[in-house]
């Protein structure tokens, strides 16, 4: 398994403003990604976070609106950039673990709400 | 892409009885499929797994069955507890080195009753 620390756990934030989400790793993984939940919905991925190359960004999501940070082997950032109250979801950053990095373990994830 | 479909949404057993959640894929290079549940204010955790090698897998009271031809795959838990009240996710992706890219079911809430 893996322990992983995300913070902040909630926040209320105002419409056009950013928020950075922050994701700590108890040990060095090849790959960490970010998912967002919307209240009763089901988990959707943002993007895959590799260390030392660009974020790979799934459809429906870009850049510009969840820049996303992979400085070492052990932390990422994800930030929502420009809220509107759409935005208002959990977001959760998870790794994976096993012989071919197949079983997820997740964060305690940062439930956000968008005024 | 892959498309996971998860039913029933809700489901409602007595304490005891058992419990059966299904999903289908679309596709046929998917070779992992995990279940996580949810418990409220939770993060999701897994609770078992199977790959496409296997065709059931057990653990206690819980168990997946896989259909590759078919291609769906089911969790049934067996004399279940109030405790197994949660939201369930099936998921499946293609497995790689470079880790997994998991589509998960839009989730069936279970509750269980005394």
């Known amino acids: 398994s893996a322990v992983i620390s995300q913070k902040p756990s909630r926040d209320i934030c105002q419409r056009g403003t950013s928020l950075t989400i922050q994701c700590q790793v108890d040990?060095?993984?090849?790959?960490m990604f970010w998912y967002r939940q919307q209240p009763g919905q089901s988990l959707t991925l943002i993007a895959t976070a590799n260390q030392g190359s660009e974020a790979t960004y799934e459809s429906g999501f870009v850049i510009d609106k969840f820049p996303i940070s992979r400085p070492n082997l052990t932390f990422s950032t994800l930030t929502v950039s420009n809220m509107s109250p759409e935005d208002s979801s959990i977001y959760l950053c998870s790794v994976g673990k096993g012989a071919t990095n197949e079983k997820l373990f997740f964060g305690s994830g940062t439930q956000l709400s968008v005024l | 892409g892959e498309n996971v479909e998860q039913h029933p949404s809700t489901l409602s057993v007595q304490e005891g009885d058992s419990a059966v959640i299904k999903c289908t894929y679309s596709d046929s290079a998917s070779n992992y499929f995990p279940w996580y549940k949810q418990e409220l204010g939770k993060r999701p955790q897994l609770i078992i797994d199977i790959r496409s090698n296997v065709g059931e897998k057990k653990d206690q009271r819980i168990a997946v069955t896989l259909n590759k031809t078919a291609k769906h795959f089911s969790l049934h838990i067996t004399e279940t507890q109030p405790e197994d009240s949660a939201v369930y996710f099936c998921a499946a992706s293609i497995e790689s080195g470079g880790g997994n890219k998991l589509t998960f079911g839009t989730g069936t809430q279970l509750k269980v009753e005394l």
């Open positions: 040990s060095q993984v090849t790959m």
